[in-house]
């Protein structure tokens, strides 16, 4: 056989392999439109051996990598960044932090930013921080940036600079509205996560600005399920114009100024006609804290909108109900506008049992700060801070190591046999 048929035969066995691949589901549990993504299932098996920020067996070494690839960690522990931001571009990656001997990875003192296409991370800590920074340091913790079909899932950010976890890009790359949304991000997963404490008035250059998710103008097909929202100002989340998906089952604990909001600012959109955003928010709570001001739990703000709210517990201070919904309600929806068929969400009612069960890096295994926010859902109690240092600032361990055994996992889906 001729080698150029070789070769052709070659890529469509592995367009096919990946194709086949990406029917399946991510891993058990996973929900919404980036379910489906294979990651790096397949891939090369590339081991982190060493928790310093970069260099031979690092995270970056191991991110950086071209091939698809799934990253194992025969490590545990601290891995300090020191202000790096990594910023990952090749796509079909798994990184998976269930992997790591206790007390698992956690990261600080810097950020990750997503900027490819089929990517899975699960259990992992990021907690940014900005104790060592001057004004106009402004980083996320966890980006996603013109991405798509990216599931994070069952990590804990905090101390967030800019937001602690988001969905981002361009507003208007390409020649129309179809264009605009596939060249920002889209089919994104954002499930089981502890999203907290975002930083107040700390380096961000606006001033105060403690954050907890951005939605970008024009992101579509958003899934936004079973995280735990806790002690953010704002942005738990923001869905910005033309912004479309859905908000399930999340608990949102001592929100400081606004809970779950819609918003397109003019000025942004000058010259482009606005965008009809769409969100679909059932089975949430909102449960006001030392923080809160008397807000709703959704706010509707500039902007064409289409909202949809079913099976939804707000309760002010003294757990008494709160208003659910403020703004035009000509926005209101009887039916879904948007919605993902795979996700069937449970009762409000048992919204904070999952929580404690299911949210954050390692459940079986919380460091000390999961453990705090945790607990702090429960008695309804911290606050919204300027810097880490006011709750005991970046967390201290020694490094753990065991090795990765293939055999004792189920390589498809990274579960423990």
């Known amino acids: 056989m001729k080698k150029s048929n070789q070769t052709y035969i070659f890529l469509l066995f592995f367009l096919w392999a990946f194709g086949a691949l990406a029917q399946d589901i991510a891993f058990p549990g996973a929900l919404g439109w980036a379910s489906a993504t294979p990651g790096g299932r397949g891939g090369k098996i590339i081991r982190v051996t060493s928790l310093n920020g970069q260099g031979p067996g690092s995270f970056l070494e191991a991110v950086t990598s071209t091939e698809p690839r799934i990253v194992v960690f025969e490590v545990g522990g601290i891995v300090d960044l020191k202000g790096q931001i990594i910023t990952i571009r090749s796509p079909f990656l798994t990184i998976a932090g269930q992997t790591a001997p206790s007390p698992g990875i956690t990261f600080i003192d810097g950020g990750i930013n997503i900027q490819t296409h089929d990517v899975i991370v699960q259990h992992i800590r990021l907690r940014q921080g900005a104790s060592r920074h001057v004004k106009g340091w402004e980083p996320d913790a966890m980006a996603a940036i013109s991405a798509y079909n990216v599931v994070i899932d069952h990590c804990s950010f905090s101390w967030g600079v800019d937001e602690n976890c988001s969905a981002s890009g361009p507003r208007f790359k390409g020649e129309n509205v179809d264009e605009w949304r596939k060249n920002t991000s889209h089919s994104i997963t954002m499930s089981n996560n502890i999203i907290a404490e975002g930083l107040s008035n700390s380096t961000h250059p606006k001033g105060e600005h403690s954050k907890g998710t951005l939605i970008h103008d024009n992101a579509t097909d958003i899934a936004i399920v079973g995280n735990l929202y806790a002690s953010n100002r704002d942005r738990n989340a923001l869905f910005k114009g033309g912004a479309r998906g859905i908000y399930v089952n999340n608990y949102i ?149 065991k090795k990765f055994v293939e055999k004792d996992w189920d390589l498809k889906y990274m579960t423990k046999k």
């Open 253 to 401: 604990q001592n929100p400081g100024r606004n809970a779950i909001r819609y918003g397109l600012v003019d000025e942004e959109w000058q010259g482009y006609p606005h965008q009809t955003g769409q969100v679909t928010i059932v089975g949430n709570v909102m449960q006001h804290g030392p923080s809160s001001s008397d807000m709703p739990m959704m706010y509707a703000g500039n902007g064409p909108c289409e909202i949809y709210m079913e099976d939804n517990i707000a309760k002010n201070k003294l757990g008494l109900q709160a208003r659910l919904f403020f703004g035009d309600t000509l926005k209101i929806r009887n039916e879904k506008p948007v919605w993902f068929a795979g996700i069937k969400p449970i009762k409000a009612s048992e919204v904070k049992k999952s929580i404690v069960k299911n949210a954050g890096a390692r459940p079986w295994d919380r460091d000390e700060h999961d453990k705090r926010f945790i607990s702090e859902m429960l008695s309804n109690s911290g606050k919204v801070i300027d810097s880490e240092t006011q709750v005991g600032g970046y967390p201290a361990s020694r490094p753990t190591n």
